[in-house]
């Protein structure tokens, strides 16, 4: 079994984003710009918003974090983002989900400038990556791909299925392996009988947040598990999906938790955040 190394991975990324920084700047005597929009006071919200800053800093990035409320009204919002459409030194808008309830957030995803989405959330990205066109692509699944050929990795006719089907994750997951030529099957909570399905997977792809879900009984000799899921333990552990111990002895290449995933979501909104930047240079030349 071999470790698909996220973190490793993602410093090799963060670097060559801190040259591609440092290009942009000499070329156009700008920085690339990134804007988070922050609301209510979940700590984990905050935590990520916080890597995501640290990060930003790290490469050179200008980034600034609208923090609000969480009862703050849709119209506080939608004009934050007007503000941040318009403004030339963001190139990119980034809105921590989840929203409170009160807030519209299909509403709010569309109301981002598509050349600034760089989480691809934007039903604009989400019909240029479900038609195989170049645009925005969301961060985590995208940074899977990149570990998939950082290891030689091809999908290109392997049966894969992806666990979870949101529109953050599952469903990006599963149009990015279909772009590749994989054969892709998306399972969900209404799924009958998981294990039928990914004990006939070559590569399972598994993002829903329930601890141990993937249990060894229900992978095959030799697969490949990438392990999307973030959870807590009772030990306050960081886990994945995948019961890590038992599915290691009998996979072919599997993503810890942490160190897998986690760290190319960031490394790939780092990546959005310079294509973003170098495409809207290129528009106001
Ligand atoms: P979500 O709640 O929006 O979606 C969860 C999906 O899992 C749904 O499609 C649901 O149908 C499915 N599901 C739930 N229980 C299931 C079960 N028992 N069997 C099969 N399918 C089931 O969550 P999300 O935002 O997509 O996040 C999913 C997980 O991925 C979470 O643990 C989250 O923390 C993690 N995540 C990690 C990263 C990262 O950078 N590694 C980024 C985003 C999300």
């Known amino acids: 079994m071999q470790l698909l190394d996220g973190k490793t991975l993602s410093v090799k990324i963060e670097n060559s984003v801190m040259a591609g920084v ?69 190139n990119g808008i980034l809105i921590q989900l989840p929203l409170p309830p009160q807030i519209d957030t299909t509403k709010i995803l569309e109301l981002v400038e598509p050349s600034k989405d760089v989480d691809g959330f934007h039903p604009y990205n989400v019909g240029r990556l479900s038609t195989g066109l170049d645009g925005f692509v969301p961060c985590t699944p995208l940074g899977v791909m ?56 070559d590569m399972i792809f598994v993002g829903v947040g329930v601890i141990n879900l993937i249990k060894e009984d229900m992978v095959k000799d030799g697969a490949i598990i990438v392990d999307i899921g973030i959870s807590r333990n009772e030990d ?20 810890p938790v942490p160190g897998g995933v986690g760290p190319m979501t960031i490394a790939m909104l780092l990546s959005n955040t310079l294509k973003a930047a170098q495409i809207q240079s290129h528009k106001r030349v």
Do not use: W
């Not at 990795?153 to 990006?172: L, R, T, Y």
């Not at 772009?179 to 039928?196: R, W």
């Not at 306050?236 to 599997?254: A, H, M, P, Q, W």
């Open 22 to 90: 440092k290009k942009f700047k000499s070329d156009t005597g700008l920085v690339p710009g990134l804007a988070v929009i922050l609301v209510g006071q979940d700590p984990a919200s905050a935590a990520y918003v916080n890597m995501k800053k640290k990060a930003c800093d790290r490469v050179g990035f200008y980034s600034v974090t609208h923090e609000m409320p969480s009862d703050i009204s849709q119209d506080a919002i939608e004009n934050t983002i007007t503000m941040m459409n318009n403004n030339p030194n963001i």
């Open 146 to 201: 990149e570990l998939l050929l950082e290891y030689n990795i091809d999908v290109k006719g392997k049966n894969c299925v992806v666990v979870g089907a949101s529109n953050i994750v599952g469903k990006p997951m599963a149009a990015l392996l279909l772009n590749k030529d994989a054969t892709v099957e998306i399972c969900h909570i209404f799924t009958d009988d998981l294990k039928k399905h990914t004990l006939n997977a």
């Open 236 to 255: 306050g552990r960081l886990v994945g999906d995948v019961d890590f111990e038992k599915v290691s002895k009998k996979c072919s290449y599997i993503t």
